[in-house]
C-alpha cells in the first residue's frame, strides 16, 4: 500500500469515527457555506445533508444566533483573535420545524491551502437538562416531604382526639344542632385526615415495589370492583383487553391505586350516567391504559391545571389526586400520564408504561 493509499485509509477511518459520533459536527468555510455536516447533525437539526451542503449556515440558525455567529467568524477574519473559539458555551438552537432545544457548542479553527476553516461541535441537551431538572424537583420535595412528615406527626395527634371526642359526643347528645355541628367536626377532621395523608403521599417519593404486572389481569379486577358503584349511578362499564396477558415492570399497588383514582373521578364526573370504559392495547413495545368517560369534560381554560397540585373542582376534594397519580407513574421509568378532555363530551386518561423485557420479545 503506497503512502497516498495509506493516507485516503486514514482518513476514511476519521470520518466514519465522526459520522458515528454522538455529537452533530458542523464545518463552514470563510463565506459561512457548510461543506460538512455528519448523520448526527441530521437528527438533531432535522435537516438533511442535501438541505444543507453548500448553502449558508444561516439555514439552520435563528436570525439572533446568525447575527452572532457571522459577526465572531468576521471578527476572527479581521483580527485572529478567537471569541468563542476553543471554548464551549450553551445556547437555544432551533429544529427544521421551529422547535427550540438548548445545545452546548463548542468551536475549533483549522487553516489549509490558505483558506480557514470552521467547525462547530454540538450536543443537544434536551435529556440531560430534563433529567437535571427531575433531581432538582426531587431533592425540592424529598425537603418538602421531610418537613409535611413532621407537620403532620405534629397535628395527626390532635386531630384523632378531635374527631374521637366529636364522635363520644354524637352518640351521647339529641340535641339536633348540636349533632349538625358535630357532625361537621366529624367530617372536617376526616377532610383534614386525608388532605394530611395526600399531602405525605405527594410530598414523599415513592418507594416503588417493581414486579411483573399483568396489565390485563389489573383491568378486570378494578372492573369487578367499581361495578356496583357504576350500577348505582345508570353507569355502563365496560373492559376491553387483547388476548392473553399484558406484562409491564411495576408496583401493582400503586398503578392499581392510580386507575382507581381516575375511574372513580369518571364517576363523578358522571352525574346522569354514561358510559365509562378501561381499555389495555400492547403498541411498540409498550402498554397503553385508557380511561375514557362520558362525562362532563374538563373545561380548555381548566386542562392545563389538572395536574397542579391543589386544583380541583370538587367542593370537598384536596386537588393532590391527579398530582399524585402523575407522579406516580412518572417514577416509573419510560412512563407517562396524559389527557384528552372536549367539554360536554368526556374526558380521557391514558398511562403509557414499558412491556416488560421479556414480554416485548414475544
Request: glycine share 8%; charged share 30%.
Amino acid at each position: 500500500m503506497d503512502e497516498s493509499q495509506e493516507e485516503k485509509k486514514e482518513l476514511d477511518i476519521l470520518l466514519a469515527a465522526v459520522e458515528n459520533t454522538n455529537e452533530a459536527f458542523v464545518t463552514i468555510d470563510e463565506d459561512h457555506k457548510v461543506l460538512f455536516f455528519n448523520r448526527t447533525a441530521e437528527r438533531i437539526f432535522g435537516y438533511t445533508r442535501d438541505e444543507v451542503l453548500g448553502r449558508d449556515l444561516d439555514v439552520i440558525m435563528s436570525p439572533t444566533c446568525s447575527r452572532d455567529h457571522h459577526g465572531a467568524i468576521d471578527r476572527y477574519i479581521r483580527t485572529g483573535r478567537p471569541t468563542r473559539i476553543g471554548h464551549e458555551s450553551e445556547l437555544l438552537a432551533t429544529r427544521k420545524g421551529g422547535e427550540t432545544f438548548p445545545a452546548s457548542i463548542s468551536f475549533s479553527v483549522s487553516r489549509q491551502g490558505g483558506k480557514t476553516y470552521f467547525t462547530g461541535l454540538v450536543r443537544d441537551l434536551t435529556e440531560t437538562k430534563a433529567l437535571q431538572e427531575q433531581v432538582i424537583r426531587s431533592e425540592r420535595l424529598a425537603a418538602l416531604g421531610q418537613v409535611i412528615a413532621e407537620i403532620t406527626h405534629e397535628i395527626k395527634n390532635p386531630m384523632m382526639m378531635i374527631g374521637g371526642f366529636a364522635h363520644q359526643l354524637l352518640k351521647q347528645t339529641r340535641d339536633r344542632k348540636a349533632q349538625e355541628k358535630l357532625n361537621i367536626i366529624v367530617q372536617e377532621v376526616a377532610r383534614l385526615e386525608k388532605l394530611l395523608r395526600d399531602l405525605r403521599e405527594f410530598y414523599l417519593p415513592p418507594r416503588l415495589n417493581r414486579q411483573e404486572v399483568d396489565i390485563n389481569g389489573l383491568l378486570r379486577e378494578i372492573y369487578e370492583l367499581s361495578l356496583n358503584q357504576c350500577k348505582k349511578k345508570k353507569i355502563v362499564l365496560e373492559v376491553d383487553t387483547e388476548e392473553g396477558e399484558t406484562r409491564a415492570l411495576a408496583d401493582r399497588d400503586r398503578i392499581k391505586q392510580v386507575i382507581l383514582n381516575l375511574v372513580n373521578n369518571a364517576i363523578d364526573a358522571m352525574e346522569n350516567g354514561g358510559k365509562l370504559s378501561l381499555q389495555s392495547k400492547r403498541s411498540g413495545g409498550k402498554v397503553l391504559v385508557t380511561v375514557r368517560d362520558t362525562g362532563c369534560g374538563i373545561p380548555r381554560p381548566e386542562q392545563g391545571k389538572v395536574f397542579s397540585p391543589f386544583f380541583t373542582s370538587k367542593e370537598h376534594g384536596t386537588g393532590l389526586g391527579l398530582s399524585i397519580s402523575k407522579r406516580i407513574i412518572e417514577e416509573h421509568r419510560g412512563s407517562s400520564l396524559t389527557m384528552e378532555s372536549e367539554e360536554g363530551k368526556g374526558t380521557s386518561f391514558q398511562i403509557t408504561m414499558p412491556l416488560s423485557e421479556g414480554h416485548s420479545k414475544e
